[in-house]
Nanobody
Framework: QVQLVESGGGLVQAGGSLRLSCAASGRTFSVYTMAWFRQAPGKERDFIAV????????YYADSVKGHFAISKDGAENTMYLQMNSLRPEDTATYYCAASLGYGRLWYRDDSYDYWGQGTQVTVSS
């Protein structure tokens, strides 16, 4: 089992920044990749960014390239999402996820085995 706990969400004005954290615990030695997804009300859950366990490789959805950055602190098993230049359309519940499988399609939410509880991000205009 892997436990994921997100934090750092909140209310911010457009143009502001937030940093989300996802603390992983349990059998983390079995994790290959971790990712962030988000889900706005009435919409599907969308992929945002992924990072491998070593932190050496990252990929982003086109919608967030250049204003979101994913990173990982290996010593603390914590993943981060730095969100800059936030826009109202970034309003959503943000989820972190962990995948135990190698070679899965990292942009698909069914590739992930464990999920956090979600943290709300609201961007006001």
């Amino acid at each position: 089992q892997v436990q994921l706990v997100e934090s750092g969400g909140g209310l911010v004005q457009a143009g502001g920044s937030l940093r989300l954290s996802c603390a992983a615990s349990g059998r983390t030695f079995s994790v290959y990749t971790m990712a962030w997804f988000r889900q706005a009300p009435g919409k599907e859950r969308d992929f945002i960014a992924v990072i491998n366990w070593s932190g050496s490789s990252t990929y982003y959805a086109d919608s967030v390239k250049g204003h979101f950055a994913i990173s990982k602190d290996g010593a603390e098993n914590t993943m981060y999402l730095q969100m800059n230049s936030l826009r109202p359309e970034d309003t959503a519940t943000y989820y972190c996820a962990a995948s135990l499988g190698y070679g899965r399609l990292w942009y698909r939410d069914d590739s992930y085995d464990y999920w956090g509880q979600g943290t709300q991000v609201t961007v006001s205009s």
